[in-house]
């Protein structure tokens, strides 16, 4: 009978082993790492470097839900950095988001008021009204780059009209779509949104481009909101994680919220650490990635390509229909190159792991096609004409997928 129980325990181990690694295991990653400096889709792509994993691998190794110092150390700085009381680490920026809006929001009805063009608008699958119940107001930025004042004022629903859901929070982002929100402006409308007993959330994911162009400290930056969350994965180059931060009750309150949306996590001191190591080594390579970006832009601009929306951090929105190209026939190009390049739609998106080459390689491929429809009889200056000066912006064509035609 024990030697029947140990052939069935040894059969089933022998079904659960499981090997992850191929025998091309190693030469695939290195495939993957150099394709990650030609694809210009977004910065999450961005993969943690050996010396990451190395500082990653001397993390503590406690149980987040009760004690984790590596996560306690972060969370401590980056209340510190921000100007705020308490942090919380979080999977991924919608959850911090998403919890960071129902912590606010306590009894319906409510709404949100936010750029039409918010993440939390269009890319969380509508988190905000599955989570908290609440309406988003999504406001066009009547300038066409980010709210202002007047937009806010005009959008903002106030009183007590039973027709409507007063609106609890305004929640602004910065960057977005890389462009940087002027922070006159965010003092302006958090001034007016606190005079009338709203909360200001800001979805600073990639706020870290905002310090390193301007030179703003932090702090600054999230003063005018009672909470942040901040991404350690876009651009940073950490594999996972954001960081929310606000008040002490407001966040005890969050890491509840935490839990029920099931991101009570364990043994994250390596996630922590990553984070650490990234704010460290990566943010001052943010610097770089701006000029790299300019590069590009630039570079489009001399081909003769419209830019709709300039690349003030590290995206630039462009349309090449102005010198008579599709976006289809870039993406379909793009990926026959003999390294090729991964693109989709109009906003390319720079990184820290973004090779020089790959920008080289793309406007070549550009200025080669523009060539080529040149010579097709395409004339740059009757579509100028014809256009009558209509500029599209990126509200208007950005496209997060593009398939070629058949």
Request: one cysteine or more; proline letters at 5%; hydrophobic letters at 40%.
């Amino acid at each position: 009978m024990a030697t029947d129980i140990q052939a069935r325990r040894a059969q089933v181990a022998d079904e659960v082993k499981f090997d992850i690694f191929t025998e091309t295991h190693d030469l695939d990653v290195e495939k993957q790492i150099r394709q990650i400096t030609r694809c210009f889709i977004s910065d999450t792509i961005t993969v943690p470097t050996k010396e990451m994993y190395a500082y990653a691998a001397r993390a503590s190794v406690g149980d987040d839900v009760y004690h984790e110092p590596s996560t306690l150390a972060l969370e401590a700085h980056m209340a510190r950095l921000t100007g705020k009381e308490a942090a919380l680490f979080m999977p991924s920026g919608t959850m911090s988001n998403q919890i960071a809006l129902r912590t606010h929001l306590k009894q319906p009805p409510y709404s949100v008021l936010c750029d039409a063009r918010a993440h939390i608008n269009k890319y969380e699958a509508g988190g905000t009204a599955f989570h908290s119940g609440a309406h988003t107001i999504p406001v066009p930025p009547s300038n066409g780059r980010h709210l202002t004042l007047r937009d806010v004022e005009a959008n903002v629903v106030l009183g007590y009209d039973v027709h409507s859901a007063p609106t609890e929070v305004v929640s602004l982002e910065n960057t977005l779509n890389g462009t940087i929100f002027p922070q006159e402006e965010i003092v302006a409308i958090s001034d007016f949104a606190h005079n009338k007993g709203l909360k200001m959330h800001l979805d600073g994911a990639r706020i870290w481009h905002v310090a390193a162009s301007t030179g703003t400290t932090i702090k600054e930056l999230c003063a005018p909101f009672d909470s942040v969350s901040l991404c350690f994965s876009k651009g940073l180059g950490a594999p996972v994680g954001s960081c929310l931060v606000g008040s002490k009750e407001y966040i005890a309150k969050a890491r509840w919220f935490r839990k029920l949306f099931g991101g009570g996590m364990r043994q994250i001191g390596i996630l922590a650490a990553s984070a650490a190591y990234a704010l460290t080594h990566n943010f001052p390579r943010l610097v770089d990635v701006h000029e790299l970006t300019l590069r590009l832009e630039q570079g489009l601009r001399n081909i003769g390509v419209e830019i709709t929306s300039p690349g003030e951090t590290c995206m630039v929105f462009y349309d090449p229909s102005s010198v008579g190209v599709e976006y289809w026939e870039i993406v379909d190009r793009a990926s026959k190159l003999p390294e090729p390049i991964v693109v989709s739609g109009s906003r390319l998106v720079v990184h820290i792991q973004t090779s020089p080459a790959a920008v080289d390689d793309f406007l070549q491929l550009v200025r080669d096609l523009a060539e080529e429809k040149k010579r097709a009889g395409f004339d740059a200056a009757q579509y100028k004409a014809q256009a009558n000066g209509h500029v599209r912006t990126n509200h208007d064509i950005y496209v997060r997928g593009v398939k070629p035609k058949p």
